[in-house]
């Protein structure tokens, strides 16, 4: 298929090209590049590339192809504390806008980034699967929420979205975050010999590695239209929901110096949900995930113990999002509406 992935220079973005192209499909990627310079790896798979803020689509850019995988957002929720407004204008109206233009073009599959946020602290003692409530609890998931909505009023014949649940993600990427729990984890043991956790350690949180998110969406394009068609699937491993403290154990394994610590009192993320994956792994019998959190911890250490990593870069903005945003709001260098200002 030929395929235009979205926020293809992101965290996930660089894995999910590797992954598709060597699915066969040909790719092209379309960002606007806010973290340009943020490099933890320089090699890249070659693309073809647009550099397009999202909300600047044209119908223009879209034609000719197959399906979107729409990976551009301000993807975390600290980012909607800044300004709620952003995130709606960038990961809510601007997404609908591409749908609407992507069917408009003749585009007949739209794989779209959701996020198991969207169930909040959902108040469900057991596992969640894709029929439980949503309990949004920022605006990041609430514009989750919201696309998959507008995201189903589109679907028609000739037109099918798919919404990728993701759990949190994990892993090595050229364009690495330090802001997800176990690449943070795994970066306070390598950089300080101590595991910081920043609250009780009680949270649950599902984990899938980046490279599993992309065999998934690998997965909704091969499959037949009336497998994925206006069909949300959870992403992630059952095996892979774990407490915080529990993924810290993991790290601990790899770095068996390391200490854990505990922040304590409240937690600042007052998410806790453990996920079902039941429906993507019936689905897709033939691209099973396979990443654990084991794995993923030898993977970071590694990598970062390779790269260098000290405790300056792994605080600095090059891997954290909200300051690489804020450094360009700071500088000048976006305006206050997040657009270049040259
Ligand atoms: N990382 C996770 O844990 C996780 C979990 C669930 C879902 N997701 C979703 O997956 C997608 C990708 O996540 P990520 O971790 O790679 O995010 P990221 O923040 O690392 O990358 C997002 C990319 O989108 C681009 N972008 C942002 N605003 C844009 C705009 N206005 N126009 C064009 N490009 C723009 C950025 O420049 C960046 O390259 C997001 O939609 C996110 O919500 C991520």
Redesign the pocket.
Known sequence: MRVLV????????PV?LRVLQAAGHDCVG???????GCEFEAARAPCPELK?????VEPKHLEGFDAIV???????DP?GDINDDWTY???LR?TIKLAEYAKAAGVKRFV??????IYGSSGIAGFVDETAPFAPLTA?AIS?VKCEEALAALAGPGFSPTY???????GA?P?L?VD?VLNNLCAWAVTTGKINIMSDGSPWRPV?H?ED?SRAVAAVLAAPVEVVHDQGFN?GLNSENYQVRDIAGFVRAVVPEAEVTYAGGNNPDPRSYRVSFDKYAKAFPDFPLTWTVAAGARELVDAYRAHGLTLDEFQGRRYI?LKQIKHLIDTGLVDDS??WTK
Do not use: E, P, Q, W
């Not at 379309?30 to 340009?36: A, C, R």
């Not at 729409?70 to 975390?76: I, M, V």
């Open positions: 979205t926020g293809h220079n992101g965290y996930i973005g999910m379309l960002d606007t590049d806010y973290f340009v397009v803020d999202i909300r600047d729409h990976l551009a957002a301000l993807s975390n980012m204008d960038i990961n601007a779209y980034a959701s996020s198991c946020s990041y989750k990728m649940r993701n759990a949190t993600a994990f990427s364009r975050r997800i899938v980046i998110i992403v999002r997040l657009r």
